[in-house]
């Protein structure tokens, strides 16, 4: 299993490009089982969970031909109605498939996602918001059978009793080939579910409220294809910031939009960031050196997002002073704090609050990667710590960030990717450093 192996080395120095949002590509990929006509996607980034969503779709009915950063998608027609079990342990944004299919063939059966590393995470929100939309649905061996009665999504309405951004983006697929109107109360205002209402709306879907907690849908008798530019990633905006930040360095970070940091900014003036536009999507981010500790609590949109409560709880770990975290959105997101603590951290956690004491010296150390955003604290922890971490399991870092290795070691990190553990007799195959 491949691992990194990190020396900390000092500030990182250079130019980082930001690439497309996992997050709104995923959806926007299920967006393709709509229509028969052709919809292409730009600035998609290179990813392991946009290749696990190409495998389904495929498995489908959907035509997918790739390009660089480019992807074309034509759906003539559904040929499959069953998301395995396969595709949706691997990824549960599978889960997406459940509107589209049902928007488009009135049918589909998914299989339950069930728990992941960072909790629970049960759909039953999907179900409930789908059934008020006149589906029925069946539970039969771990999967969700559903059907809409006269093979078509009637419309209705729900409210959401806490918010989902995959329920909302699995209510609004369904919704936009209904029979009739729907509407979606507290629903996600995440950017990435207004990304999606943006490629829909062009697709000819008529949807209102874009960006705010209440979405009326007026179902269409079809869709048409369009092109769209994926919307960049502001969670690997706010990482590559974090990394910048921890190593006191200096990065440019390009394909930006300011807009989209409006969640993290206020943590980031808080802790005296200097953060600058010098050209449109272009930011210049330079770490004060040091900043005091701050309060966190994760919410959904426009809250701090829980996809940077470990990358900042590393930004916690210098501070001057004590910070707190407070996670609210997922039972089992402390599994980087047993890691860091492992480094040297001494961070403790009672309940769903994490305490930082702040002023640490972190030691490399051989570490666990659990999930995607919690093996990226690891890495930003090994590049200010002093010596070398070995960071195992980094497949997680593989399904949401593109080419981590090489943009890092491009500004100067030593990093390499070695595909077999040291310790273990075979040779070391590594790339970058
Ligand atoms: C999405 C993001 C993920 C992010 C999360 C919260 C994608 C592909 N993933 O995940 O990166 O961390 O939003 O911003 O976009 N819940 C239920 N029942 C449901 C659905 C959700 O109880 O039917 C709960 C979840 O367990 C969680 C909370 O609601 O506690 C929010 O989950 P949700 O917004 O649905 O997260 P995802 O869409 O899975």
Request: charged share 20%.
């Amino acid at each position: 299993m491949d691992c990194f192996r990190i020396i900390g080395n000092g500030p990182l120095q250079g130019v980082v490009e930001i690439n497309g949002a996992k997050n709104a590509v995923l959806p926007l990929i299920a967006c393709g089982l709509l229509t028969d006509q052709e919809l292409f996607l730009e600035n998609v980034p290179l990813l392991g969970d946009v290749h696990c969503m190409i495998q389904l779709v495929r498995s489908l009915g959907m035509e997918v031909t790739r390009a660089d950063h480019s992807l074309t998608l034509k759906t003539p027609s559904v040929t499959n109605f069953v998301a395995s079990y396969d595709y949706v342990r691997k990824m549960r944004a599978s889960v997406l498939v459940l509107g589209a299919l049902l928007g488009r063939c009135g049918k589909a059966t998914v299989s339950l996602p069930g728990g992941c590393a960072i909790g629970p995470r049960p759909v039953d929100l999907h179900i409930q918001g789908l059934e008020a939309f006149g589906v029925h649905i069946d539970l039969v061996n771990g999967y969700i059978v559903a059907h809409a009665p006269g093979g078509r999504v009637l419309g209705g309405k729900y409210t959401f009793p806490k918010v989902s951004v995959g329920g909302t983006e699995n209510l609004l697929l369904a919704a936009v080939l209904a029979k009739g109107e729907s509407c979606i109360e507290n629903a996600a205002q995440e950017p990435e579910v207004s990304d999606l209402i943006e490629c829909l709306c062009k697709m000819g879907a008529e949807i209102e409220g874009k960006g705010t907690s209440t979405l009326h849908i007026q179902g269409k008798d079809f869709l048409n294809g369009t092109r769209h530019y994926v919307l960049p990633d502001r969670l690997e905006m706010g990482t590559y910031i974090a990394a910048a930040l921890a190593t006191k360095g200096e990065l440019v970070l390009k394909g930006c939009n300011g807009e989209l940091m409006a969640s993290y900014k206020p943590v980031l003036d808080q802790m005296g960031v200097l953060l600058r536009e010098v050209q449109p999507s272009v930011f210049h981010i330079k770490s004060p050196g040091s900043w005091p500790g701050f309060h966190i609590q994760t919410q959904p949109f426009p809250g701090f997002p829980t996809d940077l409560q470990a990358q900042f709880m590393v930004l916690a770990l210098f501070a001057n002073s004590a910070s707190s975290i407070e996670e609210n959105l997922f039972e089992n997101r402390f599994m980087h704090v047993a890691e860091l603590n492992r480094m040297g951290a001494n961070i403790t956690v009672e309940g769903k609050t994490a305490f930082i004491p702040g002023q640490a010296h972190l030691i490399g150390a051989p570490v666990m990667a659990t999930d995607l955003r919690a093996s990226v604290s690891l890495v930003l922890a090994a590049l200010a710590a002093s010596g070398e971490t070995i960071v195992r399991r980094v497949y997680h870092l593989d399904r949401g960030y593109e080419d981590l290795v090489g943009k890092l070691s491009r500004c100067g990190a030593q990093i390499e990717r070695l595909t077999q553990e040291p310790g273990q007799t075979a040779p070391l195959a590594h790339q970058g450093v």
